[in-house]
C-alpha cells in the first residue's frame, strides 16, 4: 500500500501544476476589471490606472502567473482585494465549517446507504427492495437545497428543534455543532445515500451468488458471518468508488447549501468572492478545493489495496 500512496502522490504534483495554471487562466479570462470595483462610484481612468498599477493587472499574462506561483510554494495564497486578509487566513478560518458538513453528510449517507443497499440486495425480488428502490430513486430526484428549504420550514420555523442559521464549533460545543449541522448535512446527504444504496444493492446481488458464498454455506457458517466477512468487503470496492465521486461532489455543492444555511464556511467564502470579483480569493479557494478532491482520490485508491490484494 505505501508504494501505491508514494506513486499516487507524486503523480499529485504535475496534476496540481496543470489545475494551478487553468485556475489562474480562467480567472483571467471571467469578464469584469477588479480594478474598476475597487475605484467605487464614478472613478476616473487616473483611479483606475493608479490601481491596476498597484495590484500588477498591467504586468503579462505569464509573470503575472508566475508571482502567484512564487507565492504558493512559499504558502502564500495572496491577499483579498477587498479585506485585505491573507487569502489563507480567510480560507482556514472556513475550512473546518466545510469539513465537518461534508463530513457529517457523508457519515449519514454512508449509513444509510450501506444499510438500504444490503437489505435491499439480501432480499432481491421482495417487497423490501422494492421500497428500497423507490427510496433510492426519489433521493436522487429530489434536489437537496428544495429539501433543505422543506426543513428549515418544518424543523426550524413550524417546530423549533434545529437551528436554522449559523455554525458553533465541535471543540465549543459538540452537540449545538450537531444540531447546527444537522439539517444543512442532511439535506445533502440524500443523494448520495440513494447512489450508495443502489451500489450496496447491486454489488450485494452479485457476490451473493458467488461460489465462494455457497462454500461459506456449505460449511455451516452463519449468515451474519457470511454477510459481515465475506460479502460486503468483497462488495464494498464499487461503493468506494461512489463514495470518492460523491465527496468530491459534496465539496461543490457546499456552496448552495452554506449560503442557504448562513454556514461560514468556504463554498460561501467563494460564493462572495466570485460576486464581488475578488480574484485571489476564489483562487485560493478553487485551489484548496482541487487539493482536497486529489487527497480523497488518494485515500480512494490506497483503499483498494486493503480491500482488494490484487490491485497491490
Known amino acids: 500500500m505505501l508504494k501505491i500512496l508514494i506513486s499516487r502522490i507524486a503523480a499529485a504534483v504535475p496534476l496540481l501544476a496543470i489545475i494551478s495554471f487553468l485556475i489562474f487562466s480562467l480567472i483571467v479570462l471571467i469578464p469584469g476589471d477588479p480594478a474598476v470595483s475597487l475605484a467605487g462610484q464614478n472613478p476616473t ?9 498597484t495590484l500588477g493587472l498591467n504586468e503579462p499574462f505569464l509573470v503575472r502567473y508566475w508571482h502567484w506561483v512564487s507565492g ?10 477587498f479585506s485585505s486578509q491573507p487569502v489563507w487566513v480567510d480560507i482556514t478560518a472556513r475550512l473546518p465549517t466545510t469539513v465537518s458538513l461534508v463530513g457529517l453528510c457523508m457519515l449519514i449517507a454512508v449509513v444509510l446507504g450501506v444499510a438500504l443497499g444490503a437489505v435491499a440486495g439480501l432480499r432481491a425480488g421482495s417487497w423490501m427492495d422494492r421500497a428500497a428502490t423507490v427510496l433510492a430513486s426519489i433521493g436522487v430526484a429530489v434536489p437537496y437545497f428544495w429539501v433543505g428549504m422543506l426543513l428549515i420550514m418544518t424543523l426550524s420555523v413550524t417546530y423549533p428543534l434545529f437551528p436554522s442559521v449559523g455554525y458553533v464549533p465541535l471543540t465549543q460545543d459538540p452537540w449545538q455543532w450537531f444540531r447546527h449541522l444537522a439539517l444543512p448535512a442532511f439535506a445533502l446527504s440524500l443523494t448520495p445515500s440513494a447512489i450508495i444504496a443502489r451500489q450496496t444493492r447491486a454489488s450485494l446481488v452479485t457476490v451473493m451468488s458467488e461460489d465462494y458464498i455457497r462454500t461459506a454455506r456449505a460449511k455451516g457458517l452463519s449468515p451474519v458471518r457470511i454477510v459481515v466477512k465475506h460479502a460486503l468487503k468483497n462488495a464494498a470496492l464499487p461503493v468506494i468508488t461512489v463514495f470518492g465521486i460523491e465527496m468530491s461532489r459534496l465539496l461543490g455543492s457546499t456552496v448552495v447549501i452554506e449560503q442557504l444555511f448562513s454556514l461560514p464556511g468556504i463554498g460561501k467564502l467563494a460564493y462572495d468572492a466570485v460576486f464581488n470579483r475578488d480574484f485571489p ?11 482536497m478532491v486529489i487527497f480523497i482520490n488518494i485515500l480512494v485508491d490506497v483503499s483498494y489495496a486493503y480491500f482488494n490484494p490484487r490491485v497491490r
Open 72 to 81: 504558493l510554494l512559499q504558502g502564500d495564497l495572496g491577499h483579498s482585494l
Open 281 to 291: 480569493v476564489v483562487q485560493g479557494v478553487v485551489l484548496v478545493a482541487a487539493g
Open 45 to 53: 481612468p487616473a483611479q483606475i490606472a493608479a490601481i491596476r498599477d
